[in-house]
Structures are given as structure tokens and as C-alpha cells.
């Protein structure tokens, strides 16, 4: 039987021809990534450098956050008596949640979004490499409309719907172009659950004072850090085949806070607008959603909030 229909993008392109990467047959999306009005493809070199951004990130992240029992907890929602479930995540990144919760769920339906090309190409080779693609569509980019995204999903109903670190990105205000604010869009998410099913979302906060923030940037930086250190040999090893520079300049490490920061604007996604707790709260009650939450043991900034529709 013939596999579902591909459409490459430029940056699929590049890596099908690749010696060591394959592409799997789930990069379809149902709507046209590109309008007529927007501007040409952007030039291979371009195009290059936003994968090696995206990988240098994929590298980094583990290290920043420490997700693992978020992921397990997230997994294990997954394994509900639901047959071939139905899955929505928005936000896949390079797709560190995605193969974990296709690798708990062989038998789902996923559908994926994230508006980075490079990082729906990298998390495309994760998912084919580890055999769980057969289900799974992948769309990049896309905008935070709702008749757009209603046209990618084409009707499907989640039972679960996932959003890691997401809403954080979602502007708090549209304005012309923007699409829908982050309100809106949670309300979206809400429509797009069946009923009984549920919205998982990892979202960092914001101290609810300045001391309580300085205590949250400490500990964050120092832990940041100590993973770093801990495994730099195995850092070293990763980030040398994507930038000789920045992996000579990992010796460096611990005692240079300014190479620090540089690795911690290369690991975290771009645009978050983070809000402190209260704020997240006041937010779910507003649209009326019955939640529970976990806060992360040593990552006290980062919370799991489970919505159940």
C-alpha cells in the first residue's frame, strides 16, 4: 500500500537528500503552507541555518528543562482506555513530547503544529527513526486562526489536546495580523476537545514579586548550569558537528557567565511572554475550566495543569 501523500518543503528538501536523515511519509499538511501573496523560498544558506538553530536548541533543551516527569505524567494520561485515540499537540518543537506520547500511543491519531519549519524537519526524522509515523501529521508553519487551523484538522475531535510551553508564545493581546489572542486560543483549544477528554499544558511562571522571581532565575540559572557541567563531555560531542566554535568554547564552562547565557538564549524558544501563576489561574477560571496542577519538585517555576473538558 502506498504511503500518505508528502509535501516537502524547502527544508524537507534539503534533508531527504541527505546521507544520514530519511523522511517520512507524514509531513502532509492538508492546507497550502504558503500563500500566493508571501515572498519566495529563502535561499539555501538561510534555510541551513534555521536547521542548525533548530538543532543546536534540540541539544540545549534537555539541559534547561528538565521535562521528565512532566513527560511521564503526560504519557501516562495517554495510556486511558481510549481506543486509537486522537491527538492534538501545538507547540511540537523538535519533538521531544511528540515521540514520547506516539511511542505511549502507537495507535493514535496525532496531529502536530508548530510554526518553525526546521523544527517540524527535525522532529519528522525523530518520529520516522524510531518507527512511531505511520499516524502522525506534522504542519509548519501556521497561524493562530481559527478557520485555518479548523481546515488543518479537517474536523478531527482530540481527546487529547497537548501545549507544551505554547500558550507562553500566544500573544496576551492581538492586534491586525496576529491572529488570536491567547484567551481566544485556549478557548479554541477547549472547542477542539471531545467531551471528557483532556488539555495538558506545561507552562513556566513568573515570581508573584521580585524576590520570589530572583529566586526562580537562581535556581533556574544554577541548574542550568550543573547539567551542563555535569555532561560536557556528551555536550562537547553533540554541538561539534553543528558549530565547531561554540563546542571549543564549552571548556569555558562553569566560570563564564556570559557563554552561559549565550547557551541559554540558544535553548529557549523566542517570543514568551511568561505570566505568574495567579495570572494562569485566573485565566482557566475565566473560561470556566475545572483543572488540577503540578508543580515541578526542583524546577519551581514550571507547572503541569491538567484540564479536564
Given at each position: 500500500m502506498a504511503g500518505p501523500r508528502v509535501r516537502r518543503?524547502?527544508?524537507g528538501a534539503l534533508?531527504?537528500?541527505?546521507p544520514s536523515v530519511t523522511t517520512p511519509s507524514l509531513y502532509k499538511p492538508r492546507a497550502s503552507l504558503r500563500s500566493p501573496t508571501v515572498p519566495p523560498p529563502r535561499t539555501t544558506p538561510s534555510v541551513l541555518e534555521d536547521v542548525r538553530a533548530a538543532a543546536i536548541r534540540d541539544v540545549l533543551q534537555p539541559y534547561l528543562f528538565d521535562d521528565t516527569a512532566f513527560r511521564d505524567l503526560v504519557c501516562e494520561e495517554l495510556r486511558a482506555p481510549v481506543g486509537r485515540p486522537r491527538i492534538i499537540e501545538f507547540g511540537c518543537g523538535t519533538g521531544r513530547l511528540t515521540l514520547a506520547a506516539l511511542a505511549t500511543r502507537r495507535d493514535a491519531v496525532y496531529h502536530a503544529f508548530d510554526r518553525s519549519e526546521a523544527n517540524v524537519a527535525i522532529a519528522t526524522c525523530k518520529l520516522s527513526r524510531a518507527g512511531v509515523h505511520s499516524g502522525a501529521t506534522l504542519t509548519a508553519p501556521f497561524e493562530l486562526d481559527q478557520r485555518a487551523i479548523g481546515e488543518e484538522l479537517q474536523g478531527l475531535c482530540a481527546d487529547f489536546l497537548i501545549l507544551p510551553r505554547f500558550l507562553q508564545t500566544v500573544p496576551l493581546c492581538s492586534t491586525e495580523g496576529s491572529g488570536l489572542h491567547r484567551v481566544a486560543f485556549l478557548a479554541l483549544c477547549r472547542q477542539l476537545v471531545r467531551p471528557g477528554g483532556r488539555i495538558m499544558i506545561i507552562e513556566d511562571v513568573y515570581g508573584e514579586d521580585a524576590d520570589e522571581q530572583?529566586?526562580?532565575s537562581f535556581a533556574c540559572r544554577n541548574a542550568f548550569r550543573a547539567r551542563l557541567v555535569h555532561d560536557l563531555e556528551g555536550l562537547r560531542h553533540a554541538v561539534e558537528g553543528l558549530d565547531h566554535e561554540l563546542a571549543a568554547r564549552l571548556g569555558r564552562l562553569p566560570g563564564d557567565p556570559s557563554l552561559l547565557k549565550e547557551l541559554r538564549d540558544l535553548a529557549q524558544p523566542g517570543?514568551?511572554?511568561?505570566?505568574?501563576?495567579?495570572?494562569?489561574?485566573?485565566?482557566?477560571?475565566?473560561?470556566?475550566?475545572?483543572?488540577?496542577m503540578v508543580r515541578h519538585t526542583t524546577q519551581r517555576h514550571s507547572y503541569l495543569f491538567t484540564v479536564r473538558c
Open positions: 518543503t524547502p527544508i534533508l531527504a537528500h541527505s530572583a529566586e526562580f517570543g514568551a511572554q511568561i505570566l505568574p501563576l495567579r495570572a494562569w489561574q485566573r485565566m482557566f477560571e475565566h473560561l470556566g475550566l475545572a483543572y488540577r
